[in-house]
C-alpha cells in the first residue's frame, strides 16, 4: 500500500511542473507589501552627520564619518530592523518596501553630502 502511494507520487511528480526554479534566472517579482522592509534609503542632503543612527545600528552596517561628510551601509550586514530610521533626528533615512539588488561583493554603498556651496 506504502509503495502504491509512493509510485503514485513518483508518477504525479514526473508530469507537474518543478517545485523550484532555477536561480537566478528566471526571477520572481519579490513579494511586497506596504510595510514590508526591503532596502534603507537616505536623503543625504537631510543628513547632518550626527551619527546616531550608526550608534543604534545593531549590526554595526552603518559608518558616519562628519569630518568627510560621509554616510555608509554595509548592506550585506543590515538585518533591516528599522532602529536607524526611527532614530534619525532629521527623519531623512526611510525604509524602501523593496529589498536590494543582489549583490556578489562586499563593497560599502556610501553617500557623500557635497561641500557647501559646492554641486551635486
Ligand atoms: S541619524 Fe540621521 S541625521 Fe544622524 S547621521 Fe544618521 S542619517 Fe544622518
Ligand atoms: S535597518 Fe537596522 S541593521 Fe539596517 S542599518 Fe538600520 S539599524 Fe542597522
Not at 534603507?40 to 547632518?48: F, G, H, P, R, T
Not at 552627520?49 to 543604534?56: M, Q
Request: charged share 25%.
Amino acid at each position: 500500500m506504502a509503495l502504491f502511494g509512493m509510485a503514485r507520487t513518483v508518477v504525479g511528480n514526473f508530469f507537474s511542473r518543478p517545485a523550484t526554479r532555477r536561480y537566478p534566472s528566471p526571477q520572481r517579482e519579490p513579494h511586497v507589501t506596504p510595510r514590508s522592509r526591503g532596502k534603507l534609503e537616505i536623503d543625504i542632503a537631510a543628513c547632518i552627520f550626527c551619527g546616531a543612527c550608526a550608534k543604534r545600528c545593531p549590526t554595526a552596517a552603518l559608518v558616519v564619518t562628519r569630518a568627510e561628510r560621509e554616510w555608509s551601509i554595509d548592506r550585506l550586514r543590515c538585518c533591516t530592523c528599522n532602529a536607524c530610521v526611527e532614530v534619525c533626528p532629521k527623519k531623512c533615512l526611510a525604509m524602501s518596501p523593496r529589498p536590494p539588488a543582489p549583490t556578489v561583493t562586499k563593497d560599502k554603498e556610501a553617500f557623500r553630502q557635497p561641500p557647501a556651496g559646492g554641486m551635486g
